[in-house]
């Protein structure tokens, strides 16, 4: 096995639907598998959510700012690229660009 077969089992793996970490969004209007993370953040102006996910390049061949992605019902917006390659590209995403003082 050649390092880049077993990238591709390992990002198969990565994006497995059968993980509970891996769920089917909505990435400008196409279902697509992604393994995320969703996280709090604190800031000046109050708390936000921010999550990074990780979609195969096939799926989502060109990320941009502002592309719109729908988990679990809620709209996120691509923010930035964290990383990208031939196989996946990791997003960060932003849900509240108006946060909120914490509850």
Known sequence: MT???QY???RAL???SELPWVQSVTYNG???SASFQIKTE???EGRRQVAEIIVSADAVASPAYRDAVIIA???WRVLRTISS???SHRLELLRDEAPGWGR
């Open 3 to 5: 390092l880049r077969d």
């Open 8 to 10: 591709e089992a390992d």
């Open 14 to 16: 990565w994006l497995g």
């Open 30 to 32: 196409a279902s697509v």
């Open 42 to 44: 604190e800031t000046a």
């Open 73 to 75: 019902g809620e709209t």
């Open 85 to 87: 390659d031939t196989y």
